[in-house]
């Protein structure tokens, strides 16, 4: 849902960096909300209140700033105001946008604006994928084409993508019925599983120039979908591999994404291989052979921060 007036929780140094933060995006702060004792308080024009007199619409969003150790805390007493709407930003995972100079990834683009209004979590208040997706989706912005998102979840970045490919059709795909009421005009919905090939291989009919994994995270549909997905982009096409933390660190993740035994980054790093030496892989295996396949058919391959981004090979 797009969101133009916001409440932040938390006065101190997490909310008042939020605040400014947003006020670059043109959304409203309403006010401070904060659940302790506290003197009557304004931060730029904006005041204060105690959380017993938080009265949200269902429009509203109270945004948690607080230090971690202080979150479990804050949601406990959310949650017993019935309070549903809201969102926990991690202040010390950020990267200080708003005080930053000249720092190539923190110049507030119009697609993280958009992100930030559409509260997805793929903007700058959280993973912070979409400054580096505008340096290459940019150039498609006003073209007639198709783009396709896998994965759903709550339609924010549905949101986000039809306000700014808005000559565009977005499609959405998920296994959740429920994701069926995120359909409009500028966006369909198909409801499918991905683990299963016959269902990713009925998406081609779209014939999209963009698609976005951010569906299972597992890393199996991860891999199958790039594989039979990746081959009906045009020239110059873009496919995104997002969330791929989950190849990694499985003390924290669910072990249910491990369920091959090459992940979705190992899969990425022989393709980047294959494409920076211009030369057959070193391993030679059948998973390698797959990887070739689609090297062969990439022109650029870029890891950053929990993603992963892959240009289609031009050809003449």
């Known amino acids: 849902m797009y969101r133009e007036k916001v409440y932040i929780y938390g006065a101190g140094e997490s909310g008042k960096w939020l605040a400014r933060y947003l006020k670059k ?5 309403k006010s401070f909300v904060v659940s302790d004792t506290f003197d009557a308080l304004e931060y730029q024009g904006i005041d204060c209140i105690h959380l017993k007199d938080l009265n949200l619409c269902n429009e509203d969003l109270l945004l948690i700033a607080v230090t971690e150790e202080k979150v479990s805390d804050v949601i406990k007493n959310v949650n017993e105001k019935a309070i549903t709407n809201y969102k926990v930003i991690n202040y010390f995972q950020k990267r200080m946008p708003v005080n930053s100079s000249g720092d190539f990834y923190n110049e507030l683009t119009e697609l993280d604006k958009l992100g930030v209004q559409s509260c997805t979590d793929k903007s700058s208040l959280s993973h912070n994928y979409l400054n580096k997706y505008e340096l290459f989706l940019h150039r498609y912005r006003e073209k007639k084409n198709v783009r396709l998102e896998l994965g ?16 565009s059709t977005i499609i959405g795909v998920d296994i959740d019925e429920k994701c069926r009421g995120y359909q409009n005009e500028n966006i369909k919905i198909e409801i499918t599983d991905l683990s299963n090939i016959d269902n990713i291989l009925k998406l081609r009919n779209y014939r999209p120039q963009i698609i976005i994994d951010d569906a299972s995270h597992i890393w199996s549909h991860q891999i199958l979908c790039l594989e039979y997905l990746y081959d009906i982009l045009p020239s110059g096409g873009i496919y995104i591999i997002e969330d791929l933390e989950t190849s990694f660190c499985h003390e924290f993740y669910d072990v249910s994404y491990a369920d091959s035994k090459v992940s979705a980054y190992n899969f990425l790093s022989l393709i980047c291989e294959r494409v920076c030496s211009g030369r057959p892989l070193s391993e030679i295996s059948k998973i390698s ?11 650029s391959i870029m890891f950053f921060r929990g993603a992963c981004l892959l240009v289609k090979r031009c050809f003449f």
């Open 152 to 167: 759903v979840f709550n339609g924010a970045s549905l949101q986000m993508w039809a306000n700014y490919f808005y000559n």
């Open 289 to 299: 052979s797959r990887a070739s396949k689609i090297a062969d058919m990439t022109e």
């Open 25 to 29: 995006t043109d959304i409203t702060v």
